[in-house]
């Protein structure tokens, strides 16, 4: 695989509260934790030591408890909050080192962000809430209308710009502030809590929207939540945090199912493995398989040799898949005197699915006949039966108790 671009490098990223807050950053270094410092010197720690990369493109989710650093994290990287050392660099950009003009160029040229709360203009339409962000960003007058309705369009607002804040419901309030954050066209969306004031059924609305726009427009977004299911539906990648510093770094499913130490453990014990998992990780080597210019006596040897009522026809050089052979069917053929089973095959009765699929919606695929995996060349990659989901979905669940 190729190594992903860095689109964010945070490193050893500090930010203390309170007076002369060097002094909590050496007491971090000299191993403190945060109780302690707290006690000792009222200062608070937000973020201690924290690094990772956020790469281009990707949704990284920043998850943690309430007062482990999520927020003030964020709002160090474009320098909402300064902070106390480390650096942040973007694009090659050392963020941390700009003055007040590279600072302000570069809040406008890649940073948008979403807040929690919507932060409307009452007296201001929707449109121009949009465009507010553009102005403030130094757009000319007769630029700034095209954008705003583009923006709007893009968050499914379209013809709501001459509405007040006032007609809106929570949701559609939160994709004005989408709309405006994106109106600037930013590389990267910063969104601290963005969908955590929304009612549940208007939650998953948005962030179904998001995915469908980020599978669009490719931003890089960095995404804060609490919520262990919406980091699971939204991540690509996973930061857990602790105290202010990072506990953990990985996928959903990495995280998941190695969680690095207790705290990450106890996020996770109530999540629902099947959301999680997919094709790929469940699937068993297609062993045996026929190939189309096998005859049918061959196909039954193979199936009687693995104890197999039925098997899997590929092409010999590609293994792209053909179908499903039932032992009856290779049988009747055998007596009849065929001598290749390609025409045999039944590619309708075989369910098949890609490589990430969901595991919960295979389950309801494996009823009698296994599943077959495929790649996007079509080529078989891996059978899935009833067992092996149950069974991997049961392994997981012994190391857990
Ligand atoms: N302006 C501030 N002054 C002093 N301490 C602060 C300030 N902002 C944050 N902190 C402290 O920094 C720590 C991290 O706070 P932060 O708001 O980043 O947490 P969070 O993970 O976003 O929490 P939540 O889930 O509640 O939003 C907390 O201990 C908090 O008290
Ligand atoms: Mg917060």
Redesign the pocket.
Known sequence: MDEPKVKIRIEGLYKV??RAPHRGVEMLRAGKSKDEILKKTKL???VADASFDVYDGETLVVM??????????VRCVNRLMEPTAGKIIVDDIDVTALDEAGLREIRRKKFGMVFQSFALFPHKTVLENVEFGLDIQGVPVEERRPKATEALKQVGLDGWGDYYPQNLSGGMKQRVGLARALAVDPDVLLMD?AFSALDPLIRTDMQDELIALESRVKKTILF?T?DLDEALKMGDRIVL?RD?GVVQIGTPEEILTHPADEYVSRFVENVDITKVLVASDVMKKPKPVAFVHDGPRTALHKMKEAGLSGIFVVQSDNWKLVGHLTAERAAEAAKAGERWIEHLTTAEACATVPLDEPVRQIFSKVSGNPVAVIDSEGALKGVIVRGTVIAALSERGEDNV
């Open positions: 509260f309170g608070a720690v937000g943690g408890l309430s007062g482990s650093g999520k927020s003030t994290l809590e804060i609490h945090m202010g």
